[in-house]
């Protein structure tokens, strides 16, 4: 199926859209014609974002369980549901980066926090929205962005690559529980991006290496394309 025309009025909501890959889905997501709500806890760039790409700014912290369920609130009451959630905000633990044993155990809880339990507490809020989507044949879809750092055991990547692997099985597992329900579950590592999180993990980079984060967010829109094959039809009689 074509991409834009699969895309076109799904309800999107992706966390850390103010920058590098998440920026680049909102902006890519809302040209081709989804509605699309996206999270990040700098109010300013939300403002900004929103501005520019005419998408549904949330100002939030999913590392921060209180925050949760005003943000699925948020997300749900602007789009009128959600089609596909896509929890890419993602904390590096210590920076600069830093050997396990120099790591402080409050490091690897916030790494666990925003990488991890935020991604599980948001799926759960808005659990019973994507089953409603499935239901409806929109299509219902999880992107759990992940990483290189999940499988390899590259030192000094301990807390980040921890919490990464850890979210990498539970999406695998969320996707057997959730395959009766029509909710399909990705996990897609993005691969090494020129964005401001790699230049705080690697400062002497050179960026001529690596991915522009618009060509991962193509990739990440065709994956969710193909996750859903029959919803445009479906959709043609909802839109509002
Ligand atoms: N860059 C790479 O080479 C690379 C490689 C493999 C995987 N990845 C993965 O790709 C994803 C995107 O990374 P990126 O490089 O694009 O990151 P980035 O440029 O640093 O952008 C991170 C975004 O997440 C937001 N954010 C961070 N912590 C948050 C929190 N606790 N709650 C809500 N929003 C939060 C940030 O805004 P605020 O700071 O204002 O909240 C920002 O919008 C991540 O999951 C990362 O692990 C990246």
């Not at 959600?82 to 790494?111: F, H, K, Q, R």
């Not at 808005?126 to 992940?146: D, M, P, Q, T």
């Not at 969320?174 to 993005?190: K, Q, R, T, V, Y």
Request: hydrophobic letters at 45%.
């Amino acid at each position: 199926m074509e991409t834009s025309k699969a895309i076109e009025g799904l309800r999107v909501a992706v966390t850390g859209g103010t920058s590098g890959l998440g920026l680049a889905l909102v902006r890519r997501l809302s040209d081709i014609g989804a509605r699309v709500a996206f999270v990040a806890r700098s109010a300013d760039a939300v403002e900004r974002v929103a501005a520019d790409t005419g998408s549904i700014g949330v100002v939030g912290d999913v590392g921060d369980k209180d925050a949760i369920y005003p943000i699925a609130l948020q997300i749900t009451g602007n789009l009128g549901g959600i089609d596909v959630l896509i929890n890419n905000a993602s904390s590096l633990g210590p920076t600069p980066l830093a050997l396990l044993a120099d790591t402080e155990c409050e490091e690897l809880e916030t790494a666990l926090a925003v990488n991890l339990v935020g991604p599980f507490r948001l799926t759960k809020a808005l659990y019973g929205a994507l089953a409603a989507s499935a239901r409806e044949h929109r299509g219902s879809v999880v992107v759990n962005i992940s990483s290189d750092a999940a499988v390899n055991a590259y030192p000094e990547w301990g807390a980040y690559g921890a919490s990464k692997a850890a979210l990498g099985h539970l999406t695998s597992i969320w996707h057997e529980e959730s395959n009766a329900l029509g909710i399909h579950f990705l996990s897609i590592d993005p691969g090494d991006m020129d964005t401001p999180l790699h230049a705080l993990a690697v400062p002497d980079a050179d960026a001529s290496t690596l991915k522009h984060p618009d060509q991962s967010a193509m990739e990440v829109i065709a994956a969710i394309t193909a996750a859903l094959p029959q919803r445009t039809v479906a959709l043609q009689g909802n839109r509002p």
